[in-house]
């Protein structure tokens, strides 16, 4: 078993930027049967309730896996609270859904399936309908989520030591990024998340949050800082799909996002120029690259 | 597993040895850096001599860091601080020839060479950007694009390792998010598998692979341990090899089991005395925690000061520290619960209610912060991803009112507010009167209003911090100066040890002074690799 996922881990391409360490639990090593078997799971419309609807109605590969609607629709046209997330580079991730509720792929890839407003369809049910068991579903859905993958944008390029990938605006986006506008103080590291919760005010007190996981207060109204890769694909942004543009987005944050009594303590005014503001929405664009997924 | 150790060299028996590189394979060299020249060296450990492997022009600010000899012990890996100011990964033939740059990227940040690979073909090095993220990276030796095989946020592994089949690394992390210790993890070359090698309380670091593949040493809490690996798994407890050795630094086994490691000794204190006559009337300040403390400030009424009092036994990097208030009367002092990665310096707050600190937090931010003296509560005031680790300096103004500090390379600041624009701005003090401010600029003291409006330069070169009480004071070196309204400067008493960080008591009677000595020495632990 050893020697054949050693094998395996080297079928999978990483695209230029992205760690060649691509975590999986030991009850779960990535074969290429389970990625196959994934693959056809995650475009499968016979796992929600009337058959319309499939993983990747939300997570469109068009969109970055991501969804171009404002909050997520589920079967029957139920509207969700929250957008669906892009799901590229969820290999890396250590929290999944907005409010963290499942740590790992394999805990989190069935509960959009049995949610009465996603795809409302139970577990029995749907293991029936294709055939395997949970297990199965479960190991092979997260096996395939971990080789979506997006990487080898200009910006890898440019941190990879390609000094004309990014534009001059582009690279005083970065600096700012890192620096002055403090981004890179949640969206950090190749995947440009740290995993955690922050509350920003975006949304209001309304929807819980972390809250809801922990129920510790300083959780409310948290939510998991996203992955900033591919986000000029998916439009309008933040989890409730509040912003439009990612303009709004960095006006946002250089007004220190909505005050309330959980804000974060990294969220405060920026005092952006304007050249300063279309500088990181530069640098944003060049966090587009190539997604890759399957074996 | 310990058969004995023996004493190799120090920085006694050659001017200023420097711990960050390693014994070779076959233990018949020892790679360093010249502290004197900052070329790097080879020291051959059968004779004791010792020769430069790199040439930098005259004049030059570059410097060679830490280096690793490949298994064949013909070549040297090592970091290279070039002339625009960035690290190069370079390789040299151990005879000094064959110089040449194996990567250069200003966006890699700094980098670390720290084992070959068994066919000599890439080499395992530690990348650490801009952006705080430091990168376990395999270097091609003949060209291309380095594999970046792992990730970590806000943490810098202080030693990584490659196993002898070039199968497996190991590398120190944090134990957990929002830990402050660390533990050891074995990660696959492949990027296939990560798994945990220590998994018990306690700061584990600085792992190093066995020459036979089958165990890996590790510093725990003050002690060297090791533990068995079998085909990337743990097989058993780890086993004590040597109780305390004190500040160590690991830097490598040879083939034939001598664990080479640096050890850091003596002692550096704060120090009570009179300005007039600093040796004759010392007084050690602290009540608990000799021979770890530096960087004393005394509050504006001169009934207490603050302190930085090193905590751990690490001997590499970011020292751990800690703030102390020590009151007089009475006789006390408390240490302060704050959360920072690395406490750089400490100033009052005028208002005696809080203190001033330069420092990083735990994502890697640098900058300056408020701390409550009561609460102990953190308040970020000027932060930024990017910084330096030591933070900014800053000083406030004796109102309180307004907060000056030297914003990384950009210059004086007040607020946004560019006062000054220079390069490398450093020493800021700001007058007791709140009329000026003081600080260094290449060998120059610039003394400015409030305004930034230069009004004076001093030239004095190497100065390594200044202080303004009833007069402005300089330290260079081990001396002090003060700088008179008018006129040279003078010559104070200071004693031969003094070591930077000083502060005057409002008194203009007294002051506290850091004093001490501080020598490394490179050691080997003879290991029974049965």
């Known amino acids: 078993m050893w020697i054949c996922v050693l094998l395996l881990a080297q079928i999978v391409p990483i695209p230029a930027g992205l760690d060649i360490f691509l975590p999986a639990p030991d009850a779960n090593p990535l074969t290429i049967e389970k990625i196959k078997l994934g693959r056809q799971l995650f475009f499968d419309k016979r796992l929600s309730r009337d058959r319309s609807m499939s993983c990747a109605s939300c997570h469109d590969p068009k969109f970055g896996f991501g969804d171009s609607r404002k909050l997520a629709v589920g079967v029957g046209g139920k509207l969700g609270s929250r957008r669906a997330p892009r799901i590229v580079n969820r290999v890396y991730g250590s929290s999944f859904f907005w409010d963290g509720r499942a740590s790992t792929l394999e805990d989190q890839v069935l509960k959009p399936i049995s949610d009465p407003n996603e795809m409302d369809l139970g577990l029995a049910e749907a293991v029936s309908r294709v055939g395997l068991e949970e297990s199965t579903l479960r190991n092979a859905l997260a096996s395939y989520v971990r080789t979506i993958l997006s990487g080898d944008a200009p910006y890898d390029r440019y941190l990879q030591g390609d000094r004309t990938a990014l534009t001059e605006q582009q690279r005083f986006g970065l600096k700012l990024f890192s620096g002055k506008a403090g981004c890179a103080s949640c969206h950090v590291g190749p995947n440009l998340t740290d995993e955690r919760f922050h509350n920003t005010g975006i949304g209001g007190p309304a929807d819980d949050g972390r809250f809801s996981v922990t129920r510790k207060p300083e959780d409310q109204s948290a939510f998991k800082t996203p992955s900033l890769r591919e986000v000029a694909l998916t439009p309008p942004f933040m989890h409730d799909g509040s912003l439009a543009t990612l303009e709004d987005v960095i006006e946002f944050y250089d007004k220190g996002g909505k005050p309330n009594p959980n804000l974060d303590s990294d969220i405060r005014q920026l005092h952006l120029s304007a050249g300063e503001k279309q500088a990181l929405v530069a640098l944003l664009k060049a966090l587009s690259g190539k997604i890759r997924e399957g074996p | ?530």
């Not at chain 2, 030297?406 to 007791?432: C, E, Y």
């Not at chain 2, 008179?484 to 008591?505: E, F, I, V």
Request: neutral net charge.
């Open chain 2, 1 to 530: 597993m310990l058969v004995a150790w023996s004493y190799l060299c120090s920085a006694a028996d050659h001017h200023s040895v420097t711990l960050h590189g390693g014994p070779s394979h076959d233990g018949r060299y020892l790679s360093f850096v010249d502290g004197a020249t900052g070329e790097l060296a080879i020291r051959e450990t059968a004779t004791g001599l010792s020769r430069n492997i790199t040439t930098k022009p005259a004049g030059s600010k570059e410097f060679a860091y830490f280096s690793s000899i490949s298994r064949d012990s013909r070549k040297v890996a090592y970091a290279w601080f070039n002339d625009e100011g960035f690290y190069d990964l370079r390789v040299v033939d151990i005879d000094g020839s064959n110089r040449r740059v194996l990567y250069r990227n200003e966006q890699a940040g700094f980098v670390q060479p720290c084992a070959w690979a068994p066919d000599g073909k890439q080499i395992l090095t530690l990348f650490f950007r801009k952006d705080n993220i430091s990168q376990i990276a395999l270097v091609p030796v003949d060209g291309g694009p380095p594999k970046i095989l792992r990730s970590l946020h806000w943490v810098y592994p202080k030693r990584m390792d490659m196993s002898p089949d070039g199968r497996f690394i190991v590398y120190d992390s944090f134990a957990a998010t929002d830990a402050g210790e660390r533990t050891i993890f074995l990660l696959a070359v492949d990027g296939a598998k990560e798994t945990k090698l220590v998994d018990k309380p306690g700061n584990h670091l600085f792992p190093l692979w066995t020459p036979d593949g089958r165990s890996v040493v590790f510093i725990s809490n003050q002690d060297v341990m090791s533990v068995r690996i079998e085909d990337g798994r743990v097989l058993g407890e780890p086993k004590l090899l040597l109780r305390d050795p004190g500040r160590i630094l690991p830097m490598g086994i040879t083939s034939d089991g001598n664990y080479y490691y640096g050890v850091r000794s003596g002692e550096v204190d704060v120090f009570v005395t009179d300005f007039v006559n600093p040796a004759a009337r010392a007084k050690r300040l602290t009540l608990r925690f000799p021979g770890r403390n530096s960087s004393p400030a005394w509050a504006p009424d001169g009934k207490s000061l603050a302190y930085l009092s090193r905590r751990g036994t690490e001997n590499f990097g970011q020292e751990s520290r800690t703030i102390i208030i020590r009151t007089f009367a009475p006789d006390e002092e408390r240490e302060l619960p704050i959360k920072l990665a690395h406490i750089e310096r400490v100033r009052w707050a005028p208002d005696a209610r809080s203190i001033l600190v330069s420092g990083s937090d735990n994502k890697g931010r640098g900058g300056l912060y408020s701390v409550d003296l009561q609460t102990g509560s953190l308040r970020p005031l000027v932060v930024e991803a990017g910084a330096s680790f030591r933070g900014f300096e800053g000083v406030w103004s004796a109102d309180g009112k307004s907060l000056f500090h030297i914003h990384g390379d950009s210059g004086l600041r007040l607020g946004d507010k560019v006062l000054f624009q220079a390069q490398g701005l450093r020493n800021l003090v700001a007058a007791p009167d709140d009329r000026s401010l003081a600080f260094c600029e290449g060998d120059d003291i610039v003394i400015v209003p409030m305004d930034g409006r230069v009004t004076r330069r001093v030239p004095m070169a190497n100065v390594n911090e200044l202080e303004w009480g009833s007069s402005l004071i300089a330290g260079t070196g081990s001396d002090l100066w003060e700088i008179p309204k008018d006129g040279p400067p003078r010559k104070l008493a200071a004693p031969a040890n003094r070591q930077t960080g000083m502060s005057l008591h409002p008194d203009g009677a007294r002051i506290a002074i850091t004093a001490g000595r501080i020598s490394s020495e490179v050691k080997v632990l003879k290991l029974s690799l049965k």
